[in-house]
C-alpha cells in the first residue's frame, strides 16, 4: 500500500477543473509526463479537456471513499456475473412458458427477437414456479448489489473529457446502455409486481425490448472488462482487512481509485456486509410468497394476498370477480359450460360436471408477478371433455371466461396440457366449492401452466387442430 494518497494526474491541477496546458502534440511524451494519452481523433479531445464544464471536476471529487477501487469493483462485477445470467435465462423461459407457439406469449409480435421456442413441459409441475420464482426473487435481492456496484463506480460519471478514444466513446454509451438498461429492469418489474403501471407503455413489451439492451450491453461490458476484474480478484484478498488498516488501492487505468480519497469510514468488508444485508433482507422479505405457508405472512413487499382469509379458499387472488366484471347473476344456476370439438357443442351445467368422473390434484398456482401457491384441486379431467366432443388426440383447448375485457379472460392449451392426468377443469378447491373470486363456477388448473392462463370463470372450452407453427 502507498504511503501517500494516489495519484495518477499531472502536478498540473487538472483536479481544480483548470485547463491542463501541454506543449507538445504527439500526447506520448505528455504521457511520460504523467498527462493522459489522446487516441484518434487527438484534438476533440483535447479541445473538450480545455471546455471543462464548470464544476465537473469538484462534482468527480466529491466522491472520495478510500474502498473505491478496483477489488471491491470487481467483488461485486463477479457476484453480478454469477447471478445475473439467471434472471435473464429465467425471465426469457418465462416468456416461453406464455406460449409464444399457440400465439399469446406477451409481447406476441418480438421480430427477429424471437429465441427458440418450444412446447413448454407439464413435468414437473413445480416448473414455472421455480422459473417465475427465481426471475422476480433474483431481480428484487440483487436491487442492493446493483446499487453497490453503481456507486463504486459513480464518480466515472463525471469523467472528463468523456473520453479519450474512439473505443472509450463505444464503451461508454455501452455503459450507458448497461445502467439504462437495469435500472428499467428493475424499476419496471417492481411496479408490475406491485401493480402499478404508472408507467404510459405496456409493461410486458417494455420489459421484452430492455431486456435485450440491457443484456447486449452486458455481454459487451463483460467482454471488455472480464480480464480486468480477473486479476483485481486475483490481487490480494481485500475482504479482511479491518477499517483501521483500510487504505486506498494503488491508481488504476480505469480511474476507480479517488485521486483525493477522503478518511476511512468503512472497511471493504463492511461495504460488502451492509450489501449483503440488504440482499438478505430483501429475500427475507420476498421469499414467503414463493415458499408458501405460513411464511408467506413475511412477504411483506407482496401488495396483495398476504393474508388472503381463512379457511379452504383463503389463498392469493388476482384479480378479483368485481375487478374482472363477472356478476352474480353470470356465475348462478344459469351457468352453462359450453364444450366444443369440430362439429359437435356439448353444454353442461354444474351439476352436469359434478356427475362427471372427479380427480383430485395437489398443484401450484405460479403468478408471473411472484408469488406461487399450492393448493388441492378437484373437478373433471381436460382429456374427458375432450373426449366428450370426440376430440382429436393431438387438438388444444382454447378456454374462454365469462370476463368480457381483459388480458387474460382466455387462454390456449396444447395437446400435452390438456392430455395430462391432473389437468382439470376445477370446480372444488381443499374439499370445498370454489370462492367465486377463484374462479366459481369453474377454472383451469393444469401442472408447470403459468397462472394467468388458468383462467377462472370459465365459459366455454374448444378443442381444436393446432395450427402449423
Ligand atoms: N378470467 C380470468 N382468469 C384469470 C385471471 C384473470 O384476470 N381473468 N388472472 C390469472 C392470473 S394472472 C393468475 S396468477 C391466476 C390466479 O388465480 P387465483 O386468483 O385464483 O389465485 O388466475 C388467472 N386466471
Ligand atoms: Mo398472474
Redo the contacts with the bound molecule.
Keep these: 500500500m502507498p504511503a501517500d494518497p494516489p495519484s495518477h494526474e499531472p502536478a498540473g491541477g487538472a483536479d481544480r477543473g483548470e485547463p491542463r496546458r501541454t506543449s507538445d502534440t504527439s500526447g506520448r511524451s505528455a504521457e511520460t509526463a504523467g498527462a493522459p494519452v489522446y487516441a484518434y481523433p487527438a484534438r476533440l479531445w483535447r479541445a473538450l479537456d480545455r471546455h471543462r464544464p464548470p464544476g465537473a471536476a469538484a462534482t468527480a471529487d466529491a466522491w472520495r471513499s478510500p474502498v473505491r477501487g478496483p477489488w471491491l469493483t470487481s467483488v461485486l462485477g463477479v457476484v453480478l456475473l454469477a447471478t445475473l445470467p439467471l434472471v435473464i435465462v429465467t425471465g426469457l423461459l418465462d416468456w416461453i412458458a406464455y406460449g409464444p407457439r399457440l400465439g399469446q406469449a406477451l409481447p406476441t409480435d418480438v421480430g427477429w427477437l424471437r429465441p427458440p421456442v418450444f412446447d413448454w413441459p407439464t413435468r414437473p409441475a413445480w416448473l414455472f414456479r421455480v422459473t417465475q420464482g427465481l426471475h422476480v426473487t433474483l431481480g428484487i435481492m440483487l436491487v442492493p448489489v446493483v446499487v453497490a456496484k453503481l456507486w463504486s463506480v459513480v464518480p466515472k460519471l463525471f469523467d472528463w473529457p468523456p473520453a479519450r478514444s474512439v473505443a472509450q466513446v463505444l464503451e461508454r454509451l455501452s455503459l450507458l446502455l448497461l445502467v439504462g438498461g437495469i435500472l428499467f429492469e428493475m424499476v419496471t418489474g417492481l411496479l408490475n409486481i406491485q401493480y402499478a403501471y404508472l408507467f404510459g407503455f405496456d409493461f410486458y413489451t417494455a420489459h421484452w425490448y430492455g431486456a435485450w439492451v440491457f443484456t447486449a450491453a452486458l455481454v459487451t461490458h463483460v467482454a471488455i472488462k472480464l480480464p480486468r476484474m480477473i486479476s483485481a480478484l486475483r490481487g490480494p484478498n481485500m475482504a479482511r482487512t479491518p477499517v483501521g488498516e483500510t487504505t486506498p488501492e494503488p491508481a488504476d487505468p480505469d480511474g476507480l481509485v479517488s485521486r483525493r480519497p477522503g478518511p476511512t469510514t468503512m472497511s471493504r468488508r463492511g461495504v460488502l456486509a451492509l450489501t449483503g444485508s440488504g440482499v438478505l433482507l430483501l429475500a427475507a422479505l420476498t421469499v414467503g410468497q414463493t415458499l408458501d405457508g405460513v411464511l408467506r405472512r413475511t412477504a411483506l413487499l407482496l401488495p396483495r394476498g398476504r393474508q388472503p382469509g381463512e379457511g379452504p379458499n383463503g389463498?392469493?387472488?388476482?384479480?378479483t370477480a368485481a375487478a374482472?366484471g363477472v356478476r352474480p347473476a353470470d356465475t348462478g344456476a344459469g351457468w352453462r359450460l359450453t364444450v366444443r370439438g369440430g362439429d359437435r357443442t356439448v353444454e353442461v351445467d354444474r351439476g352436469g360436471l359434478l356427475a362427471m368422473t372427479q380427480h383430485t390434484a395437489d398443484l401450484p398456482?405460479a403468478?408471473v408477478e411472484g408469488w406461487s401457491t399450492e393448493q388441492t384441486w378437484t373437478g373433471v379431467r381436460l382429456r374427458d371433455l375432450a373426449a366428450l366432443v370426440g376430440a382429436p388426440e393431438r387438438a388444444l383447448a382454447r378456454v374462454e371466461?365469462l370476463?368480457r375485457a381483459?388480458l387474460?379472460?382466455q387462454a390456449r392449451l396444447h395437446a400435452d396440457q390438456v392430455r395430462h392426468p391432473d389437468s382439470l377443469l376445477a370446480l372444488r378447491v381443499n374439499g370445498v366449492d370454489l370462492s367465486t373470486?377463484?374462479?366459481y363456477p369453474a377454472r383451469v388448473i393444469v401442472p408447470a401452466l403459468p397462472?394467468?392462463h388458468?383462467?377462472?370463470?370459465v365459459r366455454s372450452i374448444t378443442f381444436e387442430e393446432r395450427p402449423d407453427d
Design positions: 389463498f392469493p387472488v388476482n384479480r374482472a398456482i403468478c371466461s370476463e381483459g387474460f379472460r373470486d377463484h374462479g397462472g394467468v388458468c383462467t377462472k370463470w
